[in-house]
Protein backbone atom coordinates (compact mmCIF):
# COMPACT_ATOMS: atom_id res chain seq x y z
CA UNK A 1 0.00 0.00 0.00
CA UNK A 2 1.15 3.25 -1.05
CA UNK A 3 1.87 6.10 2.02
CA UNK A 4 0.96 9.15 0.85
CA UNK A 5 2.06 11.27 3.80
CA UNK A 6 5.44 10.57 2.83
CA UNK A 7 6.37 12.75 0.22
CA UNK A 8 9.37 14.23 -1.26
CA UNK A 9 10.26 15.76 -5.03
CA UNK A 10 13.70 13.79 -5.73
CA UNK A 11 11.72 10.47 -4.53
CA UNK A 12 8.62 11.25 -6.62
CA UNK A 13 11.45 12.05 -9.79
CA UNK A 14 13.08 8.64 -8.92
CA UNK A 15 9.65 6.81 -8.82
CA UNK A 16 8.10 8.72 -11.99
CA UNK A 17 11.71 7.83 -14.11
CA UNK A 18 11.51 4.32 -12.91
CA UNK A 19 7.84 3.12 -14.07
CA UNK A 20 8.68 5.51 -17.42
CA UNK A 21 11.90 3.54 -18.19
CA UNK A 22 11.12 0.02 -19.35
CA UNK A 23 8.25 1.57 -21.36
CA UNK A 24 8.16 0.98 -24.97
CA UNK A 25 9.64 4.02 -26.69
CA UNK A 26 10.98 6.05 -23.90
CA UNK A 27 14.42 6.57 -24.00
CA UNK A 28 14.39 9.86 -22.47
CA UNK A 29 17.14 9.11 -19.45
CA UNK A 30 19.44 12.00 -19.14
CA UNK A 31 18.21 14.81 -17.23
CA UNK A 32 18.07 17.60 -19.63
CA UNK A 33 15.79 15.57 -21.90
CA UNK A 34 12.20 17.29 -22.68
CA UNK A 35 10.48 13.77 -20.87
CA UNK A 36 12.77 14.31 -17.72
CA UNK A 37 11.61 18.05 -17.97
CA UNK A 38 8.16 16.97 -18.06
CA UNK A 39 8.83 14.45 -15.30
CA UNK A 40 10.00 16.94 -13.46
CA UNK A 41 6.88 19.07 -13.79
CA UNK A 42 4.52 16.45 -12.81
CA UNK A 43 6.88 15.76 -9.54
CA UNK A 44 6.66 19.49 -8.52
CA UNK A 45 3.12 19.62 -9.36
CA UNK A 46 2.21 16.43 -7.01
CA UNK A 47 4.82 18.17 -4.68
CA UNK A 48 2.78 21.72 -4.49
CA UNK A 49 -0.51 19.70 -4.16
CA UNK A 50 0.61 17.23 -1.35
CA UNK A 51 1.76 20.01 0.67
CA UNK A 52 -1.31 22.09 0.17
CA UNK A 53 -3.65 19.23 1.03
CA UNK A 54 -1.62 18.36 4.50
CA UNK A 55 -1.89 22.00 5.27
CA UNK A 56 -5.19 22.50 4.19
CA UNK A 57 -6.35 19.18 6.13
CA UNK A 58 -4.30 20.78 9.37
CA UNK A 59 -6.40 23.80 9.14
CA UNK A 60 -9.97 22.17 9.70
CA UNK A 61 -9.09 21.25 13.36
CA UNK A 62 -9.31 23.13 16.18
CA UNK A 63 -6.28 21.95 17.98
CA UNK A 64 -4.16 21.67 14.75
CA UNK A 65 -5.18 25.23 12.98
CA UNK A 66 -2.66 27.50 12.63
CA UNK A 67 -4.52 30.32 10.99
CA UNK A 68 -6.53 32.61 12.95
CA UNK A 69 -9.17 33.24 9.93
CA UNK A 70 -9.19 29.25 10.44
CA UNK A 71 -9.42 29.16 14.09
CA UNK A 72 -12.15 32.02 13.98
CA UNK A 73 -14.07 30.29 11.23
CA UNK A 74 -14.03 26.90 13.55
CA UNK A 75 -14.98 28.67 16.70
CA UNK A 76 -17.59 30.32 14.53
CA UNK A 77 -19.27 26.95 13.58
CA UNK A 78 -19.43 25.86 17.45
CA UNK A 79 -21.38 28.87 17.96
Known sequence: MADFTNYDY???????TNKLKNKQNWGDAYNSSSGQTLIQIIADAS????F???RRTQE??????RLRTSIAALANSLN
Not at 10 to 16: A, K, M, T, V
Not at 60 to 65: E, F, L, P
Open 60 to 65: QYITTA
Open 52 to 54: MLE
Open 10 to 16: DQLIESI
Open 47 to 50: DQLA
